[in-house]
């Protein structure tokens, strides 16, 4: 169903970028992708993508849904080789595809060499549980019972996928809807269609069985094709990763065929940096999780609260290093954090700043947008003094700004840091054993990073609690999101053993 992607060099692109060729399609023309969600770096037209609607997701579901008959059937084995041809695939072509997400998002390609690698891993460690699909024998309380479960696959698969990780969101769904044994339909991103088509076609060549993976395109028609996967009684399952009011609209909308879901929504993490942690490493930390992707992620620390003791030199430390960021095109050589992905995100990042200064805070690095390199960048910024009255003490900024809290007590702290509607993931750096413990057990989030500003890993959960939506992607955990538990009880077992 999707449109036939050819994936080669051209020697008249700048930097040496992926020239992407969406065939023309006889009922549809090609939708020209507007100024602002071109490359984010000049604006400059990046290509163009269809622009499907109902009808042509329709046929999509439909190719999934014939399609599912026989790749449900394929031994767990035969899944695994699938997947495993995909992972050396994407390694194989990881520097084309870096090149992509940065030319479509923005990112340093050094940040898109780190998520193509990223994505990749996907493939293969559901390549690896692919095999390892187990039920249970389950000890019957009835005399003369038998009973086990199997596992199954929970059938067509509605995937939504967001802008900010373009590969790594569609192989984090992928990977374990394939090993259960689903098809899938995948909404790409409207603001970064081509990465979503470049793995595909990786997975044609890998062998991925006509109709098992079916990518739509779309901006415009966004809310109407979310509708329709959402709606549509072939499909069973929907997995989302997005903001929080979108997840509940989808939520809503599922619940007139009762669909199995996973939901990674938004996030407001806290990152506190107690008395007794080591500083250095905490303001490392706090730069990893802070400033990735230039802010762009739902685990960036959002409200950084640091323990009074160690307030001024924890704020000292890391404005130095934010104030040694180098910004630019991705493309170029030594850049550290690219534009961000379109203005209004620009524009928000700029209102929380002017915000928290009306109230009191202190811009002590950056705090201004940077038209002499284009109309996306924003300077990193750092803020000092901020307050619970500030707009980002409560919404998400989703950029590169960083508002230091200060704080008295460990109970003070995690009162503040749980006061939201969100839970996704939280971070703190301590050195006591017990404190340890005792706050990552009191924190209201799905995932706890300790003395760590980085979490992300195929082998851990991923996901949140409250309105941060349930589900678990990646991990051990991943596949179950795919899969149906069935029973199976078999009755007049317990007879003895027949003689003649």
């Not at 997400?101 to 340093?108: A, R």
């Not at 005399?143 to 199954?152: L, Y």
Request: hydrophobic share 40%.
């Amino acid at each position: 169903m999707a449109p036939k992607v050819l994936i080669k060099m051209e020697d008249d692109q700048p930097n040496g970028a992926l020239c992407i060729v969406a065939d023309e399609r006889p009922t549809k023309a090609a939708r020209p992708l507007p100024p602002e969600d071109g490359y984010p770096a000049t604006g400059e037209l990046i290509g163009t993508s269809p622009e499907f609607d109902v009808q042509d997701t329709e046929r999509a579901i439909e190719a999934a849904e014939e399609a599912f008959k026989t790749f449900r059937t394929k031994t767990g084995r035969e899944r695994s080789n699938i997947l495993r041809k995909w992972y050396d695939l994407c390694v194989e072509n990881a520097e084309d595809l870096a090149k992509l997400i940065t030319w479509e998002n923005g990112k340093p390609i050094a940040d898109a060499k780190g998520e193509a690698a990223y994505a990749a891993s996907f493939f293969q460690w559901f390549s690896e549980e692919a095999p390892r699909i187990y039920g249970d024998t389950i000890s019957s309380s009835v005399p003369g019972n038998r009973v086990f479960t199997i596992k199954e696959p929970v059938g067509v698969c509605g995937l939504i996928t967001p802008w900010n990780f373009p590969a790594a969101m569609i192989t984090r769904k992928i990977g374990p809807a394939l090993a259960a044994g689903c098809t899938v339909v995948c909404k790409a991103p409207g603001e970064t269609p081509f990465t979503s088509l470049a793995i595909a076609e990786l997975g044609q060549r890998a062998g991925v069985p006509k109709g098992v993976v079916n990518i739509v395109t779309a901006l415009d028609n966004t809310p109407a094709l979310g509708e329709l996967l959402t709606t549509n009684a072939t499909i069973r399952k929907i997995s989302f990763t997005g903001s929080t009011g979108v997840g509940k609209l989808l939520m809503k909308q599922s619940s007139s065929t009762l669909k199995k879901l996973s939901l990674e929504l938004g996030g407001n993490a806290p990152f506190i940096v107690f008395d007794d942690a080591d500083v250095d490493a905490a303001v490392a930390g706090a730069i990893a999780s802070k400033f990735r992707s230039s802010g762009q992620t739902c685990v960036c620390a959002n409200r950084i609260f640091v323990q009074k003791g160690v307030y001024d030199e924890f704020a000292q430390k890391f404005a130095e290093k934010v104030k040694a960021f180098k910004v630019g095109n991705g493309f170029s050589e030594g850049i550290t954090h690219g534009p961000l992905i379109h203005g209004r995100a620009i524009s928000k990042v700029d209102e929380h700043v002017r915000d928290a200064e009306k109230k009191g805070a202190k811009i002590v690095v950056g705090g201004q947008k940077m038209p002499d390199l284009g109309d996306n960048f924003y300077k990193p910024t750092v803020l000092t003094g901020m307050t619970s009255k500030m707009a980002m003490a409560t919404e998400e900024t989703f950029g590169p700004v960083a508002g230091l809290f200060p704080f008295e007590t460990e109970d003070e702290v995690v009162k503040i840091a749980n006061s939201t509607e969100v839970g996704l993931a939280g971070y703190f750096f301590s050195r006591d054993l017990e404190r340890i413990y005792r706050v990552a057990e009191h924190l209201e989030v799905g995932m706890v990073g300790v003395n760590t500003g980085i979490i992300s890993d195929v082998a851990a959960p991923f996901g949140g609690v409250k309105e941060s939506g349930f589900g678990r992607e990646g991990s051990l955990y991943g596949i179950s999101e795919y899969q149906v538990t069935k029973t199976v009880t078999f009755g007049g077992m317990g007879k003895a053993l027949q003689g003649k």
